[in-house]
């Protein structure tokens, strides 16, 4: 049992390091690409650029933080790409 349950871990934890990256990597995408879009599209509306911008890479660095909250963005990530 100790093989397996080593060879489950390294899994687990090689996923769980996948998933995390993965997740900060979208919200950093999502976060340029609402940079750039508020840049066309809003003029001089601070207030909701600054958020807009914001909100996206303070999710990327809680996903890189935490493994939980990655994979739950990334779950439901996915769900949105499959209702999509």
């Known amino acids: 049992m100790g093989i397996l349950e080593d060879i489950t871990n390294t899994i ?3 996923l769980s390091e996948s998933i995390r990256r993965f997740a900060a990597f979208v919200f950093i995408v999502y976060a340029i690409g609402v940079i750039v ?12 650029e600054r958020l807009a911008w914001m ?6 660095l809680l996903s890189y933080v935490y493994v939980q909250f ?3 963005a990334f779950l ?3 769900l949105f790409l499959i209702l999509l």
């Open 76 to 78: 439901i990530f996915a």
């Open 70 to 72: 990655a994979i739950v």
């Open 12 to 14: 687990v934890k090689y």
């Open 37 to 48: 879009g508020t840049k066309v599209t809003l003029t001089g509306n601070l207030e909701v």
């Open 55 to 60: 909100i996206p890479v303070l999710l990327a």
